[in-house]
């Protein structure tokens, strides 16, 4: 089944402890990306890759890093958390640039990270 | 800039209403456009797209239609049930340089009653 899947789905941590949220896709996407998501502000996206060892900020990248090493994998990493990022946290992942000519880059979702630092 | 707004919610209806949810949105160049519907406790999931204008998407009875006069791509469906209560996001995807940018509204939840 084509999905994105995303590990933990459920996180309560501590200011300043490093933690690492993980996504993976298994449809062969080029383009990966991460949200989150807030209420009143709907998703906004914290860092996106437009392939393996490409990375770029987002609208929202502070106290965030990525790293893309594998064409599958897109882990988001929280090196010193603080309650400002508890959030709902969102990974996705599209076909990319191939689709970009067709207009139909479709981005799929996985089912999200729920983070709580206290 | 590019941003896309959504009509605020929540919005409360009973079984079998039709339903409207607008979206507007603000664009440079010809973006694509779509519904995205969140069940609670769950991501999201693609509803329906439209990649150019007058085009118009469906899916499980919901539709909408690019409507590019009036920079819209408002949400209907005829009759409403329960398990269509979900928070839906309107969102347009834009081409540019090195990255596809996929720009979402605040997002609309729709609470149907039996």
């Known amino acids: 089944e084509a999905q994105v899947t995303q590990n933990p789905r459920y996180l309560i941590t501590v200011t300043g402890k490093k933690l690492t949220v993980t996504c993976s896709q298994n449809?062969?996407?080029?383009?990966m990306s991460w949200y989150r998501q807030d209420p009143g502000l709907g998703l906004r996206q914290i860092y996106y890759?437009?392939?393996?060892?490409?990375?770029d900020k987002g609208d929202v990248p502070e106290g965030y890093k990525v790293s893309r090493k594998e064409k599958r994998n897109f882990p988001l990493i929280l090196e010193s958390p603080s309650p400002n990022q508890t959030s709902l946290y969102f990974c996705?992942?599209?076909?990319?640039?191939?689709?970009?000519?067709?207009?139909?880059?479709?981005?799929?979702f996985g089912p999200g990270t729920r983070l709580t630092v206290l | 800039g590019n941003s896309v707004t959504q009509m605020e919610g929540p919005v409360t209806l009973s079984e079998e209403a039709f339903l409207t949810i607008n979206c507007t949105y603000t664009?440079?160049?010809?973006?694509?456009l779509f519904w995205y519907v969140q069940y609670p406790g769950e991501g999201l999931q693609l509803l329906l797209k439209?990649?150019?204008?007058?085009d118009k998407g469906s899916n499980k009875g919901f539709e909408a239609t690019y409507r590019k006069e009036t920079t819209s791509f408002h949400l209907e469906k005829g009759s409403v049930q329960v398990s269509d209560s979900a928070v839906y996001f309107c969102?347009?995807?834009?081409?540019?340089?090195?990255?596809?940018?996929?720009?979402f509204g605040t997002g609309t939840l729709l609470a149907v009653q039996p």
């Open positions: 996705a992942s599209s076909l990319g640039q191939g689709a970009k000519i067709l207009g139909t880059d479709t981005q799929y």
């Open positions: 449809m062969n996407h080029e383009y």
């Open positions: 890759s437009m392939n393996v060892e490409v990375t």
């Open positions: 664009a440079t160049g010809y973006p694509s």
């Open positions: 439209a990649t150019k204008a007058d």
């Open positions: 969102a347009l995807l834009i081409y540019g340089g090195a990255t596809n940018k996929l720009i």
